[in-house]
């Protein structure tokens, strides 16, 4: 596991970005799993930067995001899909083809989760997977106690991670109760995994995940055992 420290937000956006748009330019094919959430954000906005100067296209880039939200429909404001064309998938020259959330309004939603990791695995697997943290170690939306054999499945949200993302929805008590989420081992998958912190708030988990000690209690623990993990986190401001 490499870690790289950074002292902004910023920093953070601009090292990710850099991994990223260096793995597309070398696989202009390449498969991407991606996240939503605050972290990402910053990385979202430089890689539309650098497509708009010209220097980075995504037409034949594939994208399989972690998440979505069960119930929701898929334009739906707060829904998973929407968050990743209002911060990336817009402004770039992605085919909207090519592009791959979990639906969470499929009438079979087990069907839907073998079909997804599916999916993944005849585009040719994830070349480079970009994870956020939760405070509790979670990655996707698997909580602490995830099998880390666990593939694509449903999950129920614990009341605290439904409080966090309660800040994406106009009213708090319409965040869903369910989410379909890559599992652990559908993360361990990918080739190669860029963890993306920034902040007081995840200082801790980052302390829990150097410390070396790999549990299901502390999910993100499990990437210690993958052979090309990046660390990038940081600080307060
Ligand atoms: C998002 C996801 C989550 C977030 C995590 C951190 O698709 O799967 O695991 O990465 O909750 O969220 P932020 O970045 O908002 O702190």
Known sequence: MKWIEVNTYEE?????????SKQIQEKPNSILG?????SPVGMYKKLVA???AGHLSCKDVQTFNLDEYVGLEQTS???YWTFMHKNLFNFVDIQEENIHLPNGKAADLATECLA???RIEEAGGIDLQLLGIGVNGHIGFNEPGTSFDSMTNIVELTESTRTENAIY??????VPTHAITMGIQSIMKAKEIVLIAF???K?????KLKSGHVTEDFPASQLLNHPNVTIIYGGTN
């Open 169 to 174: 929805f106009d009213d708090p008590s319409g």
């Open 12 to 20: 953070m956006s601009e090292v990710a970005a850099h991994i990223f």
């Open 77 to 79: 404001p707060a829904s």
């Open 203 to 207: 200082l801790d988990a980052m302390e």
């Open 34 to 38: 991606l996240a939503t959430g605050g």
């Open 50 to 52: 650098r497509h708009q």
């Open 199 to 201: 902040g007081e708030k």
């Open 116 to 118: 997804y990791d599916r």
